[in-house]
């Protein structure tokens, strides 16, 4: 069963592979290093939005 809990930790775990990647793009030595970063931050982020909204209908099922 899904948990509130749950939902919680994939959202915190997102944000901190949100910080991780932000402190590589600080770092980064050219524009398509940035874009590169950035393409996988956003796709990180659709699949923690997909993960969490599939969570949120089992828990109102």
Known sequence: MTSPEQILAIGIERLAMMREMAK???NA???EDI???LKT???QLDEG???ID???KQ???
């Open 49 to 51: 939005i997909t993960e």
């Open 24 to 26: 590589i793009i600080i």
């Open 35 to 37: 874009l590169f970063i």
């Open 41 to 43: 931050m956003e796709e």
């Open 54 to 56: 599939v969570l949120c």
């Open 59 to 61: 828990m109102g099922e």
């Open 29 to 31: 030595e050219t524009k």
